[in-house]
């Protein structure tokens, strides 16, 4: 029996999702983290002299408990340390160890390997439309919500497939 919504945009995209989602998370065990740990080590990795939490949770869109759930399981990995810059400890900077910076080698490389797998499904062409209509996508969605994360999100990329 099909799916009522195997016709909808909508449905579609969750489903693209998901099982993106699911194959990240495959390939992210084998190399011993959890969906979204990748993703703070990613941010982490473009701040040398490290974070805030704030800004941390921020810029992953997440809630500052889920931001410090994620940094404790990382500090326990020994990936990321901690270092309070307060004298009363309310602000804590996170930054990559070197272990960390070594596990943020093979994440990269299985970003590209799943890149490589998705971009090979199209042309240049669709590749770029298909990329201009999810931007377009999370722009209304986030624009319903939180239209200055959105537009962090978005940053600079439009531009990338204006040429």
Same mark, same amino acid.
Do not use: C, W, Y
């Given at each position: ?11 579609? /995209? ?5 099982? #993106? ?25 473009? #701040? ?10 921020? +810029? ?8 410090? %759930? +994620? ?7 020994? /990936? ?5 810059? +307060?004298? @009363? ?7 990559? +160890?070197?272990?960390? %910076? ?5 994440? @990269? ?16 062409? @669709?590749?770029?439309?298909?990329? %201009? ?5 999370? %722009? #209304? ?12 999100? /978005?940053?600079?990329?439009?531009? @990338?497939?204006?040429?």
């Amino acid at each position: 029996m099909k799916h009522p919504g195997r016709k909808s945009i909508a449905f579609q /995209l969750m489903l693209a999702a998901r099982l #993106h989602r699911t194959r990240t998370a495959i390939m992210l065990a084998e190399i011993g983290l959890f969906p979204g740990q990748e993703q703070a080590l990613q941010v982490l990795a473009q #701040h040398a002299d490290g974070m805030t939490m704030g800004e941390l949770s921020r +810029t992953l869109h997440v809630r500052p408990p889920t931001a410090s %759930k +994620t940094i404790a399981r990382l500090t326990a990995q020994n /990936l990321v340390e901690r270092e309070s810059n +307060t004298p @009363d400890g309310r602000v804590v900077r996170v930054a990559l +160890t070197d272990l960390g %910076k070594e596990k943020l080698a093979r994440i @990269d490389a299985m970003t590209e390997e799943l890149e490589e797998e998705l971009n090979d499904l199209f042309d240049t062409k @669709d590749a770029k439309r298909l990329r %201009k209509a999810l931007r377009r996508i999370v %722009k #209304h969605l986030g624009g319903q919500q939180d239209p200055d994360s959105v537009a962090a999100t /978005l940053g600079d990329d439009e531009a @990338d497939d204006e040429e």
